[in-house]
């Protein structure tokens, strides 16, 4: 059996097919989807949580490159007011990829710390955007004394790495594992025991096209091809990993 860490199912790519996006998950032995909305539409997301209890569950962040003064008041409402329903504060994080003015790369900092301090007020975990900001990233978590984080689809350097596995944070690897040479990196240096897979469908497909939570069965193959262990053994690890971190048994 196998989770799907982060995905997006709220996503218009999702809009029409929702029933037979989760069947096809349940008959490639995914026993449990994360869902992330990473705005202050929340609708579509609820909706598709309250149709399939204890299988998709949500995680509630915000985008960074979406990041200004009055979206992050409302997103931390939101966040206190639907505690008991989420299992994490994210993704949230830092994006230089999109966002190049130092004023908002500020804001994003900013409200950053506001997050991981609420994540901890509220005994949240917290799941880590990074997009060409990994160093500024790493150092607020450390700074801010975060302690249950994922780094979600980190496609940061070794050294980067070795700093977040040395804090026993977790990564996320995604599905592009199987032709992007940055997460068959990660693949190889992050132990098992730090590992969760990810689809953060509809992106980062292992082929062309829409990408969906039953395509983690192909990374799992993937990470053990490249581990040189059992398809079994990175199912179980990573598994148990996902329930312990997004804390499922309690929700079930």
Known sequence: MLIDSHCHL???WFANDIPAVIQNAKQNGIEAIITSSIDIT???TKNIVDRYPNYVFWALGLHPPGVNPQNVKAIITLMKKHKAEIV????VGLDYYWVK??????QQKDAFKNLINLAIELDKPI?????????DTINILEENN???VLMHCFSGNEKEAKRIIHNKWLISVPTSVVKRQVHQTMAKIVPLDLMLL????PYLSPAKGRNEPANIRISAQKVAELKSVSFEEVARITTANAQKFYRLDDKK
Do not use: C, M, P, S
Request: charged share 40%; proline share 0%; net charge negative.
């Open 42 to 44: 929340i609708t579509k």
């Open 198 to 201: 990810e689809t953060d469908a």
């Open 146 to 148: 975060a302690e249950n």
């Open 101 to 106: 003015e130092e004023n908002l790369r500020e």
């Open 127 to 135: 799941v880590i955007h990074a997009r060409d900001a990994q160093t």
């Open 88 to 91: 994490a504060i994210g993704e």
């Open 10 to 12: 709220d996503a218009k």
